[in-house]
């Protein structure tokens, strides 16, 4: 990528005054000194704001003069003018200009955030090679890269400068977004594709999903299978306790145990003659009572025959003294009519007992011959009566088996429909395997690749840490990026480990020059396109002018650092590179140096600052 910033320039809301510009030049460290509250550190605060930041961290007081801060730049040889309005309220404006050129008399909003960010996303190199590195049949990675997400790696914010533990001010841009973000965009500048690395993740834990999905389906089969098995065995069992199979049969697979219940419930089963065997037992039975009833009819009239002729033989003997008194007394009777009339109808009725007791008849009805038939078809009735029932005790105990027979079948039925084994797609499994092993073998390559750029940076920070002069303790040390950690990390000559304390705040800050220099000599090496060849460094002169010491010959060596880093950049590799220092140290640091890389751009002194004094105190 090149990246040249050409001018900051502020428009005041006093229509009265003239806009102030502030002109860098490329290839240079360019510098604006002066004292203490002057604005320097906000000139990264505007330039961050003008690339569409979306938090406010342009102090209230500047914001109150300023009605349009903007920035020109060039781009991979485009020109862009991009001016944005000042924060109303505390929150961040969307009015903006954008223009591929100089910067209007005037501003005006003629651009949507979106759209201009879309055009610096494609300027940083942030395409769909980048967003869907395997494709977009894949899909886009989880993380939405940004070309905001580079810009942590130029600046080097006061904040941070003499920090021990934190080279990259994450607090400044978002904390919980670029903490996250972090190591994948450092991989990524360091030349490991980390956009690729994070779909490969998020595709692996996609397979792994989908293989634990298949191994589930594949054991859920493989249960339902040992549980129809099982339940097949039972109902084997219950068949052989019940007779329908001998007890000494096994079977050779499941399949043939299945086939054998089929044929016993397929041959065993038929309708019980339930209906007609009661039916003929309630018919004979009937059958019976109608012939008792007759029996019993006879037999009462046998009854009632004998007691009618016992009845004739005591009359007649009641009647006998008539006959001797009518013989023997008649002349000793009453003599009178109605005597006489009475004594001659009782010989009249004696007289006919006798006659029909004297007749030999036989029975007014032949029934002895009816209640032997009779007793006969009875007899008949009751043997059928006693062999149906033994038929019917034999058959309620087959009964019982087809009772068992319905159970089993209906237990067979309901096995094999919840036999549901789900079907297993091989091929899209073979298809995951391949490709996770692709991926891993990938993961395996990347691995490699990111140990390689590693050493490559550690390389290219050693080369500027060793043009130091002021850490005389730490000569010959080596120093090693922590890339899990994100931090620098010192080994002195003769030590295995790495120290955890370096001492001074002026030793982190020697440091942080040593890193970001370095890693930008790194990503310039790489022809890297994502990261601008620019550095934004917030006063080197913190450790020492904050009330922890002065010391001019650490800070000229910090100034050395810088002037040898752009000699070697521009003149030796010829290529480009721009730093943009705010410093609170005054010029003659770097002009009676002959810091031939250095370009004062501004003094804030005498009163004057970001804001110019006579607009700032209006």
Not at 232 to 261: G, Q, V, Y
Not at 426 to 453: A, P, V, Y
Request: net charge negative.
């Amino acid at each position: 990528m090149k990246f040249i910033l050409h001018e900051i320039k502020l428009w005041f809301k006093d229509k009265s005054t003239s806009p102030k510009s502030y002109i860098l030049l490329p290839n240079k460290v360019n510098i604006i000194t002066g004292d203490s509250t002057t604005g320097k550190t906000s000139f990264w605060n505007i330039i961050d704001y003008c690339l569409l930041s979306g938090k406010v961290t342009i102090p209230t007081e500047i914001i109150e003069k300023v009605e349009w801060f903007g920035i020109r730049f060039t781009i991979n040889n485009k020109d862009i003018s991009l001016i944005r309005k000042t924060p109303e309220k505390g929150a961040v404006s969307s009015s903006i200009y954008f223009n591929f050129g100089k910067f209007p008399d005037r501003p005006i909003h003629n651009k949507e955030i979106a759209e201009t960010k879309a055009i610096l996303d494609e300027e940083f190199g942030i395409d769909d090679n980048l967003r869907f590195p395997y494709g977009k049949e894949l899909g886009r990675t989880s993380f939405n890269v940004s070309y905001r997400h580079f810009l942590i790696f130029n600046s080097l914010t006061q904040t941070i400068i003499d920090a021990p533990e934190t080279y990259f001010d994450t607090t400044f841009y978002g904390k919980e977004e670029y903490d996250k973000a972090l190591n994948h965009i450092f991989d990524l500048v360091i030349g490991v594709n980390d956009m690729k690395n994070i779909k490969a993740d998020e595709r692996l834990k996609a397979i792994e999903n989908k293989l634990r999905k298949i191994q589930s389906q594949i054991k859920g089969n493989q249960k339902i299978e040992e549980n129809f098995q099982a339940e097949i065995s039972k109902l084997i069992s219950w068949c052989k306790r019940i007779n329908f199979i001998e007890h000494n049969e096994n079977f050779e697979d499941i399949d043939s145990a299945i086939s054998i219940l089929l044929e016993i419930v397929k041959n065993t089963k038929q309708t019980a003659k339930n209906a007609s065997l009661f039916s003929e037992i309630d018919s004979l039975t009937k059958k019976k009572k109608e012939l008792q009833s007759q029996v019993n009819a006879i037999t009462q009239y046998q009854r009632e025959y004998e007691l009618y002729k016992r009845n004739l033989n005591k009359a007649a003997d009641s009647l006998q003294p008539i006959e001797y008194l009518n013989k023997k007394l008649s002349d000793q009777l009453v003599e009178s009519y109605e005597t006489r009339v009475f004594v001659e109808y009782l010989e009249t009725s004696l007289k006919d007992i006798k006659q029909n007791l004297s007749n030999k008849k036989s029975e007014p009805l032949k029934v002895t011959g009816d209640i032997t038939a009779l007793g006969n078809e009875i007899d008949i009735i009751d043997k059928k009566l006693v062999e149906i029932s033994r038929i019917k005790a034999n058959y309620l105990k087959e009964g019982e088996k087809f009772i068992e027979l319905g159970k089993i079948d209906y237990a067979l039925e309901q096995t094999l429909k919840n036999r549901i084994i789900k079907p297993i797609d091989t091929i899209g499994l073979n298809e995951l395997n391949d490709e996770k092993e692709r991926l891993m073998k990938g993961g395996q390559e990347n691995s490699q690749i990111k140990f390689t750029m590693d050493t490559l940076l550690n390389e290219s920070i050693q080369r500027n840490f060793d043009q130091l002069s002021s850490l005389q303790t730490y000569n010959k040390s080596k120093v090693n990026f922590n890339s899990e950690k994100m931090l620098l990390q010192l080994t002195p000559t003769g030590q295995l480990f790495a120290l955890d304390n370096v001492g001074s705040a002026s030793n982190y800050m020697f440091m942080h020059l040593s890193l970001y220099l370095g890693l930008h000599e790194h990503i310039i090496n790489l022809e890297q396109e994502h990261v601008p060849p620019f550095l934004f460094i917030d006063q080197p002169s913190t450790p020492y002018y904050e009330g922890k010491n002065n010391d001019r010959e650490k800070l000229i060596d910090a100034f050395t650092l810088l002037n040898s880093f752009m000699e070697y950049i521009v003149v030796e590799k010829k290529k480009d590179f721009q730093i943009f220092m705010v410093e609170h140290a005054p010029k003659d640091y770097w002009e009676n140096n002959d810091f031939v890389h250095f370009h004062t751009v501004d003094e804030f002194i005498n009163g004057n600052g970001l804001i110019p004094k006579e607009i700032y105190n209006n």
